[in-house]
T-cell receptor
Framework: GQNIDQPTEMTATEGAIVQINCTYQ??????LFWYQQHAGEAPTFLSY????GLEEKGRFSSFLSRSKGYSYLLLKELQMKDSASYLC???????????FGGGTRLMVKP | DVKVTQSSRYLVKRTGEKVFLECVQD?????MFWYRQDPGLGLRLIYF???????EKGDIPEGYSVSREKKERFSLILESASTNQTSMYLC????????????FGPGTRLTVT
C-alpha cells in the first residue's frame, strides 16, 4: 500500500518563505506531484519530480529525495493569494494512478 | 487550452435517488478518474478507467458504479444515494505513464438530504 503524510495546516506571513513537507512510503514509486487547491476550486498542477533534487519554477520550488521518501514544496515571497491547500501526490507505476496526501492548508497573513 | 468539464457544480438529491455525475474531457486522454473530497480525508479515489469500457475500483468504490462508453466521457453513478455520499466529487483525466499531468474538473458539490 501507500502512505503519504503532510502537515494539516500551516500559517505564514506575507513576503516570507514557507516549506511544506511531504513524506511517503510506497512501492513502485515513479514520481511525485504537487497541486494547489483554492477553497471551492479544483486542484491545479504545480510541479512534478521524478529525480532527486530541486526543481524551481518562479516563486515555487519542489525538492525530492527518493532514498528518504521525502519531498518539500518551497514558496518564496508569499502573497495573500497563496492561501490555499497544497496536495502532495505520488505516482505509482504499478497502479498507473496518483495517490494523494491529505493536503496542507496554508494561511498567509498580512 | 485543456479542459475537463463536469455536468453540474451543485446538486441536491434525496436519499434513495439514482444520481448521475457526468465528466467530459477534450484532451483525448485514455485515463479518467473519479474522486471524492471530504474535510480531513483529502482526495480519495472511487473508480478509474484506462480506456473505453474499462474500469477499475479505487479505494472507496462501495455505493458507486461507473460507465465509460466513449473515450471523452466518464460517468459516476450513485445507484441509491445516501446522506454519507454528500461530498465534493472531482473528475480528472491524464495521459498514461509517468509524468503525465492530471487535469481536474471544477467539481460537483453533491448534497443528499
Amino acid at each position: 500500500g501507500q502512505n503519504i503524510d503532510q502537515p494539516t495546516e500551516m500559517t505564514a506571513t506575507e513576503g516570507a518563505i514557507v516549506q511544506i513537507n511531504c513524506t511517503y512510503q510506497t512501492s513502485g514509486f515513479n514520481g511525485l506531484f504537487w497541486y494547489q487547491q483554492h477553497a471551492g476550486e479544483a486542484p491545479t498542477f504545480l510541479s512534478y519530480n521524478v529525480l532527486d533534487g530541486l526543481e524551481e519554477k518562479g516563486r515555487f520550488s519542489s525538492f525530492l529525495s527518493r532514498s528518504k521518501g521525502y519531498s518539500y514544496l518551497l514558496l518564496k515571497e508569499l502573497q495573500m493569494k497563496d492561501s490555499a491547500s497544497y496536495l502532495c501526490a505520488v505516482y505509482n507505476n504499478a497502479g498507473n494512478m496518483l495517490t494523494f496526501g491529505g493536503g496542507t492548508r496554508l494561511m498567509v497573513k498580512p | 487550452d485543456v479542459k475537463v468539464t463536469q455536468s453540474s457544480r451543485y446538486l441536491v438529491k434525496r436519499t434513495g435517488e439514482k444520481v448521475f455525475l457526468e465528466c467530459v474531457q477534450d484532451m483525448d486522454h485514455e485515463n479518467m478518474f473519479w474522486y471524492r473530497q471530504d474535510p480531513g480525508l483529502g482526495l480519495r479515489l472511487i473508480y478509474f478507467s484506462y480506456d473505453v469500457k474499462m474500469k477499475e475500483k479505487g479505494d472507496i468504490p462501495e455505493g458507486y458504479s461507473v460507465s465509460r462508453e466513449k473515450k471523452e466521457r466518464f460517468s459516476l453513478i450513485l445507484e441509491s444515494a445516501s446522506t454519507n455520499q454528500t461530498s465534493m466529487y472531482l473528475c480528472a483525466s491524464r495521459t498514461p505513464g509517468q509524468g503525465g499531468e492530471q487535469y481536474f474538473g471544477p467539481g460537483t458539490r453533491l448534497t443528499v438530504t
